[in-house]
């Protein structure tokens, strides 16, 4: 019996062969696995070979389409659903997509993940967006949002990245402010968990432990921005009084937004806060595994999607106190 091309790869991949694993896949394009090619497009993406890996990447799982589906060409005004995929730090990734299809001449409307249609519906070129549960006219195109990159022939050089793209609303981030308007130093949000469903999180999700070596850093005040099952972390630990849970106010993602614009530093792990800081134009370090997303490239400190990002990765086999450790020396400099 011949072996799953996809084990192989990622035995590949946990022995730090990249390029042994691309070889895999590209052995195994042939055998028709629509999951061999995804995974293919995605290796060439992480090594930024977007004209190779976006085709590829089509061979995503996409939402259904009835109807037309639109295809790049120009338009008149008609309407175009841009659907919304896979988690929140992917709409809020791919929205930006929504000022180049308005340019085509669309009205766009953004389908949205429940509790972020209000902030994606700030993104230019974007007439509305809708939730799920709530009613629209039947568009006159729709379009899968994660394949507008492929659509438009992104390349590393022509990634729209023009920030912000999304924007708080003011009266929440005056509220903000004067919250925490009364802590001293660097005001440093942290995020160390993403959605434990997610196949991958267990190499993306640092957890609290490796960042409380941070905490000691002086001049700086702390506030966990983290959401969901891994806020549970914090129960039944002492912290100092520099720390602040800002979790059981952050209600959505509008809220979230807002808090971030009083912050001077957000410190994220590969999860949809490094993805909105971003979005926001905020200053936002990215906490990464060895092997990351497609998205965060390989070998750099930067990120062409976001220009306000620095990025902190882990070796391999160096595990999350390494880059952790890192990631303090670094706020060392930055609180002096």
């Given at each position: 019996?011949a072996?799953?091309?996809?084990s192989?790869?990622?035995?590949r991949?946990?022995?730090g062969d990249?390029a ?6 590209r052995?195994a ?6 999951r061999?090619k995804?995974?293919?497009?995605q290796m ?13 990447a089509?061979y995503?799982?996409?939402p259904?389409i009835n109807g037309?589906?639109w295809?790049?060409?120009?338009l008149?005004?008609e309407?175009v ?7 929140f730090g ?6 930006r997509?929504?000022?180049l299809?308005a340019a ?9 993940p429940?509790g972020?249609g209000?902030?994606l519906?700030?993104a230019?070129?974007?007439a509305a967006?809708?939730?799920p ?13 994660m394949?507008?990159?492929h659509?438009f022939?992104?390349t590393l050089q022509t990634?729209?990245?023009?920030i912000p ?6 009266g929440?981030v005056?509220q ?22 997610a ?11 490796p960042y409380?070596?941070?905490?000691d850093?002086p001049g ?11 806020a ?5 630990r ?5 720390f602040?849970?800002l ?6 993602f509008?809220q979230?937004a807002?808090?971030?614009e009083a912050?001077?530093l957000v410190?994220?792990?590969?999860t ?5 800081a ?6 936002v370090?990215v906490?990464?595994?060895s092997?990351?997303?497609?998205r965060?490239l ?24 390494g880059?952790l450790?890192?990631?303090?020396q670094a706020?060392?400099e930055?609180?002096g």
């Amino acid at each position: 019996m011949a072996p799953d091309p996809l084990s192989a790869a990622f035995q590949r991949i946990e022995a730090g062969d990249l390029a042994g694993a691309m070889d895999v896949y590209r052995a195994a394009q042939g055998g028709g696995d629509p999951r061999v090619k995804m995974c293919l497009g995605q290796m060439l993406l992480l090594h930024g070979d977007y004209r190779r890996g976006l085709p590829l990447a089509e061979y995503r799982p996409q939402p259904d389409i009835n109807g037309p589906r639109w295809r790049g060409q120009r338009l008149n005004g008609e309407t175009v659903l841009m659907r919304g995929e896979q988690g929140f730090g992917d709409n809020i990734q791919f929205v930006r997509y929504a000022a180049l299809l308005a340019a085509r001449g669309a009205r766009v409307v953004v389908g949205s993940p429940t509790g972020l249609g209000a902030l994606l519906s700030t993104a230019p070129g974007v007439a509305a967006a809708i939730e799920p549960g709530q009613a629209m006219e039947a568009p006159d195109f729709q379009v899968p949002m994660m394949s507008l990159p492929h659509v438009f022939g992104t390349t590393l050089q022509t990634i729209p990245a023009d920030i912000p793209y999304l924007r708080a609303e003011s009266g929440l981030v005056a509220q903000w402010r004067e919250r925490l308007a009364a802590y001293c130093g660097l005001k440093v949000g942290l995020v160390w968990g993403g959605n434990p469903e997610a196949p991958y999180d267990g190499r993306r999700s640092p957890g609290l432990a490796p960042y409380l070596g941070l905490l000691d850093v002086p001049g700086v005040t702390f506030f966990s921005l983290q959401k969901g099952p891994a806020a549970a972390q914090l129960e039944g630990r002492r912290l100092p009084g520099h720390f602040v849970d800002l979790g059981p106010h952050l209600t959505d993602f509008s809220q979230t937004a807002a808090a971030m614009e009083a912050l001077d530093l957000v410190i994220s792990s590969c999860t949809s806060p490094a993805h909105l800081a971003g979005a926001l134009g905020r200053a936002v370090w990215v906490v990464l595994s060895s092997f990351p997303d497609w998205r965060w490239l390989l070998q750099r400190e930067d990120s062409p999607w976001y220009p306000t990002a620095r990025l902190f990765r882990a070796a391999h086999g160096e595990g999350w106190p390494g880059v952790l450790g890192r990631v303090r020396q670094a706020l060392v400099e930055r609180a002096g």
